[in-house]
């Protein structure tokens, strides 16, 4: 039926994937490599690596991509103070290029013909994976079975699993999670279930990575932040690689309820859906890189990166990291930052990031003889002040004047 | 030495605007009238009738501006969301130009050439009185008092008043506050003196308007807000006009410790600055806002806006509302808040706005059947998203496969 | 096969509408109401009548749009000087949501349940007639017969018609016009056949409504253009309706060779295609729209509008008039021509459009008593243009500082 | 009266930097140093050192500048499609920061403390002299004579130079030319005088670079433009140096009455003026760059490209060229330009400049076998673009039928 030959299945080990896995080898008659990425999603992998033997795979892929995740993907997002729609720290959308990345990367080492995902055809991820292996390899072949089958409900996908010797566990048995979960070292998010009511707050069992503000704890917490070229380079003074900088910022932010958001969203296929996102370390970072920028960037730079941001944020969301216009911004984005070092004090304290203090020895704009209300011993001519009113006033006055004329 | 007959001063009634009433008087030989405006700043305003009139002015208006500064400047600069550098939620900036209109005004009801402020010439607000007051009256002559005189330092300021019998009170003369404030019903901010090191922390006993987090209610406390046309109209079921809502905003924010800020910002005279910032009902009231837009505007829509908002946000804080670039702006921003209608619940906890529903009767666009991630009988065709997918990848293969010839 | 019961047809009485007409009432079994438009493409209308008798249709539409298409498509998108990727006037684009709109007005009429068009699966004008149908009715079905039959090349096609008696004229028997066609009164296009290699140059022949600039006279002429409120209202005096303002223009313009356009751009659905363009009254109404912005616009709101411009002008090469973001735009642009009231005079020769003179009695900006180099008895303080440099360049004085320091 | 010991002038030669030149030896009691720049201007610059002699100078500097302006200011600029409002090149502005550069270099060479220029109060090259200067060197003093003299009328002016010894020619006796002229290799510029009435036609004999299209040859002339990462490197396959591309570019231009622009434009400094302008050479290298990018950009890179234009281009009208926007902008820029290499084929006739064909055999992503609406062998499923419509169309469609319920 298709001259598909050997297909790279992103794969979690859960149930969807594995009923994709069968699935795949019955429907395409082919062979089947599968590809299970540590991500920082704080899950098990190796058995995945059992359950792919099981169904006669050959060829695993397990890899540790949380250094890269966090060093390629995360920060240069964050450099840009990215948030979709005002609030969304994009924390599903930036995992999917790298995953796509690999996707075609193992397709050429196992000469591999299509890649497989688990992503359905309503969301977002979708698009992103296939955007990405699309511009990656544009020849590659893209099964997404959510969009071809029609095990489109969860009895229909039981009863596939239970046919073909598909071990689904008790949870799954008994209705599976409440709700549709995606997790990497940047964030965990929820959707659908209970949350399809956007009118109704999201249950506190849900949320899995952070305590309420109200259980985290009563003392506030101080943290020291160093940044480099606009990443975080150590915290407390403490160097560390970028994703144990973000797992131990995501440690601290849980534990102090840092980081829980309830939206509804925008997806690029053109509905609105209501997501639940816990985002503590890129909470954290966001603030601090906000506060950093503050003090080494130019105003008029940080107004363009402002400005062009909303846009940056978008191709992300929609699954266009690997386009030429993202990469074009990203060294626009990425030229700004040479000057973004020093550091930030922030203070945790149940549910908020307080920025208290910032500074850089090397590159703050910041001129207090300048800034001073006091007496700045000539360091500013006030009278400069009407000279600048006058003339940005002069098109309205002579418009005000016309206008006069008028009545 | 001048050819000014008569000037209508900004009057708070404090010792800088009386040093600058005294100074007026004798430096222009001028008569003054005097404007003191109720923006909901929370002092009282009558002891500046009794300072004016014993200066001898004889034409003394204080005025209650507050239903007009929520309802004409707040509401509708929120309606875009509005944030100045990420952060600033534009306090002080929103409540000039409303200022700079009165002023007109009473020198067209009064027939006087002139107005006076008492904003000093490396501040931001000298540029907002004074790109409005000749936007509105383009022959009108301005008397910016700081960037003239030599009164430059706190002992001279003194040294003038004692000289001609202008009264000191007590804090005063002991150093006065260390901050310079500035507060009207949306905001009070501080700026100066111990603020100055961008690395110090604030001092907890600066902040006048809401709790620190740490002494909050131990108690959440739902709040439901209703909108209408993208403005706050209802607060727990009670409609209330625009002013008496932002106030009731302040005091349940001002308790459950939510508003506060600590930012660098960058002036539009040139250099950054540090200001503190209080806006408890602002913070609350922009949090909601975006959560009714979430589920009643549709999606380009809310990008566009969210495009030109950093625009929208330097034309307010650089001092343009009465420009016509701003116009044209609210123009469009008011178009779309036609379908701006439902609700918004929030929780307010220790610091922290929680929005944890959102409804409209009327206007969503959030459509459950075909979110979701069940069964959708037909709602959304899946396969759909294969040709949509497939075309907004299209320019993307054509140049990897260009890339792939050239290797 | 399907539930449709009646489909409105896009009609042009052309070989492909005339197959697609016969091949509808065969597919679909449905009975089919053909729609005509008049919007000045110059050729006859009522051979349509005709032909679609001959199929049976009971219902026939003929409309002169031409009015309608100027005054409320055409003369709006030209407030905008809008331009689509620098040089494209979008004479094609800003026709199909007129055509859209009657469609889904006479289904409603006729209670039609579908529509249908002859736009090709490849170009943009599928995705116009579309997008429009679902804005202004979501639950209309449509047919798209070149994405659904097996007709896909001229061969066929004919093959088609013959065996169902459809009238081949000679000139299609004997390959047709070697380029794809599409007219308007603003404008008529090639694409197709020759064209496709973008390194050769357009054939003289070609071109139908302009001369070559060769060929136009060799002495100049001039016109003179009113506006009212960003629209021309009349010419050399001549106080007309909007489509005959355009025809008029398209007839001085294609005699002095003006408005030929050879492009290569880029469709919405994701490929580089080329284009050549006649535009010869629309290329006037920009020059002379921009002329009489010049002096009647403040420098701020144009700026505006060019930053805007772009983003409208794929909204509209996109197919997107009917989405709530170009009618946002619109309420802008629209708001900003209050005050475009003047006149422009240009001239015309040899295929250039030459701005000589504007100027406007009730809304001109233009101010030379502030604007000369002469003696300007004081409207201007050149000393205020000190310190209006002085604070603009504050902040990269005091970036330069520290660059300094650093060394 | 000032702590200034040396001055560097920027130089011409001409009347009013003669003056500036005694007025600051004078008014300074200050070394001055003059720097006189070659530009392209085409004018005879050793009597500038002869005329400094005279006046005692003993540093005189006059530099060829030619190449490094076209090509790292011109050139840079014209790679983002740069116009000004929609029409002007921005031929004065790109060299003013260049000039600048100079300024400060040789007041460092020279240990001179301040520099000088002959730029008005009223138009935009003292701000764009000066922002540049300052953001060189941060502590340097600018004279500007014309804002601190009172020769503010041409009789004064006159009066002065008889009354000083300094040379007068008939020229200027007789009341100068009629126009504020400045050229430089991009173009002539014209101001004043005639030109301040805007609805007065610009007098033919006021045009110096090229012939009126009347008078340009009969014959049309084609050439074929070689680009290079977004630059012209060959013109009819002879390789030169920038600046010689662009004096050949004038020559060919300026014969077939190319790049004549007549237009009303706002200052920066707030009103607006009439200036017209010949570019020819530009004229035709703008139309060529946005060809040879038509077929070697994608399509993204492009629009965000023209999106980000006019702000670009605003920047360099208002002299912001050594401000870091400006330089995070060209990073941008210069990135999109790798692939931007190819020929493309200009016809120039009689004031137009058409493009008659492109190509690039490295970089064209041009692929006509899928633009071809003839048969493209499966390269492009049809099918694909009924989900690309269906899924751009779902938002409109959720608030259409809103829109119905509603109703």
Known sequence: MSDIKKAVLAYSGGLDTSVILKWLQDTYQCEVVTFTADLGQGEELEPAREKAKKFGVNEIYIDDLREEFVRDFVFPMFRANTVYEGEYLLGTSIARPLIAKRLIEIAKETKADAISHGATGKGNDQVRFELGAYALNPNIQIIAPWREWDLLSREKLLAYAEQHGIPVDMKHKQGGSPYSMDANLLHISYEGRHLENPAAEAEEDMWRWTVSP????????????????????????????????????????????????????????????????????????LKAHRAI???????????????????????????????????????????????????????????????????SQTDSLFDSTIATFEDDKGAYDQKDAGGFIKLNALRMRIAANLHQRKK
């Open 214 to 285: 109200e259980k985290a704890p009563d003392a506030a917490e101080y943290l020291d932040i160093e940044f480099k070229h606009g990443d975080i380079v150590a915290l407390n003074g403490k160097a560390m690689k970028a994703y144990e900088i973000l797992a131990e910022l995501n440690r601290i932010g849980g534990k102090h309820g840092v980081g829980r958001l309830d939206l509804v969203e925008n997806r690029y296929v053109g509905m609105k859906s209501r997501g639940c996102y816990e985002t503590p370390g890129g909470t954290i970072l």
């Open 293 to 359: 920028e503050s003090i080494t960037l130019d105003r008029e730079v940080a107004h363009l990166k402002d400005d062009l941001m909303p846009r940056y944020a978008s191709l992300i969301y929609n699954g266009y990291w690997w386009s030429p216009e993202r990469i074009a911004l990203q060294t626009l984005i990425d030229h700004t930052q040479a000057t973004v070092n020093g550091w930030v004090r922030v203070k945790l304290y149940k549910g908020n990031v307080i920025v208290v203090g910032r500074d």
